[in-house]
C-alpha cells in the first residue's frame, strides 16, 4: 500500500522546495447536488460510478443515448456495468465536452429519477512493499507458532479445506508448483479473472480482461509478484521445502485488479468485489488501500454491504505507522471491515558475508565473523580483499582523482553521502575495484537504487563501517559472501511492525482491529522472480490473517456465524505484545488493535465478550465514558473471571514544546494510566448463560493540550481453571482533551502565484487575468489534521458571500513530513458556484472585481451547524481583470 500518489507541478518545483499534491481542477470537482458523493482522493477526470435507483439493467444504455443527443462532440460510454442486488449501476466515461458542456451533462445524469447517486471514479495505489530476493525455502522462517496456526494444523487437523478465499491484487502466478500448477475447478486456485489486462493503468485505461487471473508480466517488466506473494501466504503448500501457507487446503479466488504496472481505479475495485462475491468467496481479501481515515467512496460503500451479507472483508490498514498517528486507511476503516496491523516475524533471513584475514597472510589478527548486509544491485558480489576507496580522501569516493589504486582487483570500502551510489561505483571501477560495500555515515543497512552502476555493491551499517576500517588498518581483510541466506531471530520479532499503521479512525473508532504477520514473510514468487521470497508490508498480515479466517470457517462447519462476531472472537483471544522486546509495558491497541490473531484459542475456547473492543472517544462530553461488555458462555461449566485493568503505553501524538500540533513523526511513548472503574470486579458466568459489565473511565490527569491517546486492555483472568480457560481482552483506548480544538491548518493557508514561492499578505492585491494561466491565484496549504470539509468561500468586494470559488475540498486526510504528501495546492479558474443558484448547481465564471477567499474548515468531530467548529482564514483582495 502506498500514499495517494500525487502530480507534480513541475512550475513549483524551481521556487518551492517540497513537492506538492494537486487537487485536479475538474469541472467534476465544483459540483454541489445532494446525489453528487464526494469523494476527497485524487479523482480521475471524467470518470463516474453512477447507482441507479431501482433493479433495472438498462438506464446506462438510456443515459448514453439521451447524453450524446444532447451533446454532439460528447465521446461517451459505459465502461463498466454493475448489475447486481448489492450495487445497480454502470461506471461512466464522458469525454470530449468543455468544461461548461460537461458540468451540463453531468446535471441531466443527476437530475435523472433513475439515478441514486454519482460517485467520481478515484485512484487505488498499487501496493508497496519491501521485496528481498532470497532463492529456496527456509521452513524454520514460518511464523506459525507466533499464531498457533501450527497447533491447528497438526492438533485439530485443520487447514482450511473446503474454505474459498478471495483476493483482489495483481494477479498470481498459479503455474507455480506451490499454488497448486493450474486454474479452474479442481486446483488450488479454483475462481477468479483478470479483470483488467497486462496493459491497464488508472491513467490508460485499456481494459483487456482474460479469463484467468495468471500474472505473467515478467522479471524486466517491474512488476512485484505482490498477488503471488499475497495468495502464497493464505493457502500456499510446497512439499519439497515445507513451505506451508496460513491454510494450505484453501480453495483460493484470484480477481486482477492492478495491471503490470501503476494504479487502479476504484471502479475496477468495485467490479472485482462484486465478481468475488457472486463466486462464492467465504472471505474476501484485500491488501490495498490509500492513507485517508475517511471512509467515503464507492468501493466503501459496497466492501460494508457485502460484510452485512455475511461475508468478512479483511483490509490492510496501510504502511504509514513512521508518520505518526491517524494514517490507518481507507477501505480498513470501512464499518464492518476488519483492518489489519503488521507484527513482525520472530526470524528474518539475512543475507551475510564473512570477515576474515587471508589464510595465506601470516599476519592474520582476527578471527572470522558474520555481517549482515543488504545488497544493492542486481549482479551477486565476488568475494575479495576489502580496501579503503579514497584514504586521502573524504572516504566518500566522489574524487575519481583521489580513488586509491590500491582498489584495482578488489573491494572498495565507501561512506555513504555527497554524491549517488552510482557515483561512487563508477568511480572505484574506474580505478579498477570489482565491488563496492558502502557504509552509512549514521544508522542501519540501507537499500540503494544503483541503476548505472557498473560493478556490485552492497550497504552495511555504520558500525560496521567503522569496524571494517579498524579490520582494514590492521591487515589484510576478505570477505566471504555466503551463498545462501541466513535465519537469524529478529530483535523484533513478535512486536508491532515499525511500518505499521498507527490509528485512530479519524472519527475515534479503534482501527486496526487485529494483527497479522506482515514483517520478513517468506512465501511465493511468480516463477519469472525466482518462485520464493520475503517482503514486508500489512499487505502481508491481512493474507495472514484471513487464513486464519479460513481455519476459522472451516471448524465452525455448517454453523454460521456474523463476520462482526467472528471479528470479536479473534480479538477476544489475541496475543497482546509490550511494545519493544526489551520492556514490559504493552503497546498501545492504536498500533497493535486487540493484538496478534491466536487462532487455535479462537476456535476452541467457548467464552465470547462483545463488543471486543472500545473507544472512550474524547473527554469533550461524558457520552462514550461507560461501556457495558456482554460475556457469553456456550460451554458447559462455569468459569469465573477476575477483571483488571493491562494499561498500554499512551501515545503522545505532539510535541507541542518544539512543533505545536503538528504531529510527531513517528509517534512518542509515553506513560499515562486511565483507572477503569467495574461494575463487578468478579463474575461467574454459567454455562449457557451471559453476565454484563459496566466499565467507565477515569481518563488520566493529561494537560488536555496535549492529546495524549491513552490505552489498555480490560483483562478477564480465569480463575480456578480446571477446563484450561483462557484469559480474555478488550482494547480500549481514549484521547484526554478535546477534538475539535486541533488546529487544522499549519500555520495558515497562503495566497501564491504561480511560483508558489511569491506569498501575498493580507494587504497585497492579487491581479488575475482568467485568460491567462501564468497569473493563476494558487493557494497552498498544510493539514496538521483531518477535516470533513473546507466550505471556500468567495467574498465580493463588500465581503458578503457570493458562492464558493473552491469545491472537492471534503474529507481530506492530514499531511505528513513525507515529502509526498507535505503539502496541498490549489490554482483557482476564475469559476465560483454560486451560493443561490438559480438554475443550475455548477460553476460560472466571476466578472471582472475585487474579490477574497473565505475558507472555513470543519474541525475533526465538529458540528457542520455550529460556527464556532470551523477554522477560518481570509486572502487578502484578489482583482479579476
Ligand atoms: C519436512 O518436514 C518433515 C517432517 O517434519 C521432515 O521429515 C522433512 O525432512 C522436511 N523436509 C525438508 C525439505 O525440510
Ligand atoms: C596518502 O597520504 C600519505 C601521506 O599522508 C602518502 O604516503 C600516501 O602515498 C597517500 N596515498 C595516496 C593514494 O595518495
Ligand atoms: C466520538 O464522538 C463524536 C462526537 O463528538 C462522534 O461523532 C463519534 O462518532 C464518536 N466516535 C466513537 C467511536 O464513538
Ligand atoms: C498484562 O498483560 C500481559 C500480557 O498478556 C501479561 O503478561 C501481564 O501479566 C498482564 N498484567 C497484569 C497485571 O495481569
Ligand atoms: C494592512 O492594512 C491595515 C489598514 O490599512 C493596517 O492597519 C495593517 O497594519 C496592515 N497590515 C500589514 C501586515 O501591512
Redesign the pocket.
Known sequence: MKKRSLSILPLFAAGVCFVVLVFSGTASARIHHPKYKKAGREIIPGQYVIEFSDGQTNHGDTLVRSIRKEFKHADVKVKEKYHHSLFNGVSFDIKGLNEDDHQNALKSILDQASVASVYPVTYIDRPATQPFSVKAGEPSILPHAMTQVDRVHKELKNTGKGIVVGILDTGIDYKHPALGGGFGPGYKVAVGADVVGDDYTAENPVIKPNPTPLDECGASSGATGHGTHVAGIIGGYDPSTNFTGVAPDATLGMWRVFGCNGRTGNDIIIKALLMAYDAGCDILSLSLGDNSGWSEGAENVVAERIVKKGVPVIVAAGNDGASGVFTVGSPSTAPGVMSVASFDNAYILVKQFTVGGDSANPILTHSDYSIGYIPGSKETMPDGELVLADPNGSGEGCDASKVSADVKGKLALIKRGTCTFDEKAINVAKAGAIGAVIYNSDGDAFGMSMPTAPIPAVSVSSGTGAKLIGEIKKGKTVLTFKKKDTVLPSSTGNTVSSFSSVGASYELHLRPNLAGIGGNVFSTLPRYLGSWGSMSGTSMATPYVSGTLALYLNALGKKKQKPEYITEQLQNYA??APYANDVKE?DSPLRQGAGLVQIYDAIKQDVHISPAQISFNDTSSSRYKTHTLTITNHGHSTITYQV?N?VSTAIAPYDLKKSGYAPVEPTVNVKAAAKLRVSSNHIRVPPRSSKKVRVTVIPPRTDPKEHIMYGG?V?F?ALHNRHNNK?I?VPYFGVVGDQRELPIFDDSPYLSDITGSNIYGKNETFVFDPKDENTTPYILFRLLTPTARIDAELLDHKNKVIGYAFNGLEYLPRNTMNPENYMNVIGWSGTYVPKHPSNAPFAVPVPPGTYRFRWRALKLLGNPHKHRDYEVWESGPIKVV
Do not use: A, H, V
Request: hydrophobic share 40%.
Open positions: 496475543y497482546i504493552l483488571i493491562n486492555f483483562q483472568k484469559d481482552t
